[in-house]
């Protein structure tokens, strides 16, 4: 266990590279040709009068929001998939994220008002939970990244949980997921049940999975059902007890939300966790055709993206959702504005590098690098 817990420290400082903390006070202006993400954090941290950081990692007396404007370096400066953090503060605009405003947003009336002067067209909302080890500015510039490379056609509001950002405060955080599930249960009700949102999007990362399906799971069992308008709920490599999971979804009493599950079965990140965890499999490191997941994923009709086979943006395989540019793109062009992935589409095959069908069978072949998409939904018709 001293040997696990050794390289658990180091993986998680081998993703932390050197850069100042503090970047959440505005500049004096955007560069010309940068483009900005509007977005409206939820959070149950603690807040702080340090304008450079707004929220710690501690646990806050209730639920906050603020408005933020984050700046994105213009395209011919950074790469898809990539948070392009400051060198130095004051951030350079033309290089680097900066914000550009953070405005409190008073009570979850002013809240709504925020929605819905920002809600496209298409009246959507994207949710995100962010995982384990992220400061608040870890999470918000994170999410403005997500938002930005995806193209999500959606309001975004990001749900930013009491974390330390520290290696060492793993029970911390799990904790403070436990803590943060009446509010987070709170704000999804607000916005799903809002009758000017008409779709919603609700996607965790890691640890974050587990915030998320514990609330909706609460939300369920409180309230007796999901709202409808919940269409998406999106598990990036989540760092969740796969047994915990099937118990959550039996609470959830057949959700007509549509489940997609990001894995790889070389995310080194969740098997430390699953070492950790009494070496239970994880349900972001599980293999999807394997004849025990496949049966049950076939039956809840839960659709598996496997990314084993493409290259991660860190050496631990954990941030593929979002590092990869295609598998970025992929969310937000077709799981948030409502498509599936497999739908026919002669592209598809071009834009992620594979066209994968089915549930270990496919209709026409599962070609398994670097993306394999497992549809129960897809093979059940292709079933003579």
């Known amino acids: 266990m001293r040997l696990a817990a050794i390289l658990f420290a180091c993986f998680m400082l081998a993703g932390c590279a050197t850069r100042p903390t503090g970047v959440l006070a505005p500049i004096a202006a955007a560069a010309p040709d940068a483009t900005s993400v509007d977005m409206l954090v939820a959070t149950t941290r603690e807040p702080t009068d340090n304008i450079n950081v707004l929220f710690t990692g501690e646990r806050g007396s209730a639920i906050a929001y603020t408005a933020f404007d984050i700046s994105i370096p213009p395209a011919a400066n950074r790469r898809v998939g990539e948070v392009q953090w400051p060198r130095r503060l004051p951030a350079n605009p033309e290089r680097e994220f900066a914000t550009l405003s953070a405005t409190p947003v008073e009570g979850s ?3 709504k008002g925020w929605l819905h002067e920002h809600l496209p067209k298409s009246k959507r909302v994207l949710i995100f ?26 309001a975004p509001v990001l749900f930013t949980w009491p974390s330390r950002g520290s290696i060492f405060a793993y029970g911390f955080d799990r904790e403070s997921a436990n803590f943060s599930r009446d509010a987070f249960e709170q704000m999804v009700w607000r916005v799903a049940s809002d009758p000017e949102v008409r779709d919603v999007t609700i996607m965790a990362h890691s ?3 587990w915030l998320a399906m514990e609330g909706l799971r609460q939300m369920a069992i409180r309230r007796g059902h999901l709202p409808a308008s919940i269409h998406n ?19 959830l009493d057949g ?6 599950i990001f894995t790889s079965q070389n995310d080194r990140a969740l098997a430390l966790s699953r070492r950790f965890a009494g070496n239970i499999d994880r349900l972001g490191q599980i293999d999807p055709s394997a004849p025990n997941y496949y049966a049950r994923l076939e039956r809840a009709g839960i659709v ?3 990314l084993t086979a493409l290259r991660g943006g860190d050496s631990f395989n954990h941030n593929k959702f979002a590092e990869s540019p295609e598998v970025v793109q992929l ?32 209709a026409g072949g599962v070609i ?14 292709a079933t003579p």
């Not at 939970?129 to 999500?152: K, L, M, P």
């Not at 990036?236 to 959550?248: I, N």
């Open 109 to 111: 009336g002013a809240a």
């Open 233 to 251: 709920i999106i598990l990036a490599s989540p760092d969740l007890d796969v047994d915990v999971f099937a118990k959550q979804w039996i609470s």
């Open 207 to 209: 640890m974050g999975a």
């Open 255 to 260: 959700p007509t939300a549509r489940f997609t």
């Open 129 to 154: 939970v962010h995982g384990f080890n992220n400061q608040f500015e870890d999470a918000v510039y994170r999410f403005a990244q997500i938002v930005h490379d995806s193209g999500a056609d959606a």
């Open 331 to 362: 969310i937000g062009t077709r799981l948030v504005a409502g498509q599936k992935v497999t739908d026919s589409d002669p592209s598809l095959g071009e834009v992620i590098g594979a066209t994968a069908i089915g549930v270990g069978q496919a």
């Open 304 to 306: 598996v993206i496997d």
């Open 368 to 381: 398994t690098a670097p993306i394999a998409v497992f549809d129960p939904a897809l093979r059940r018709a």
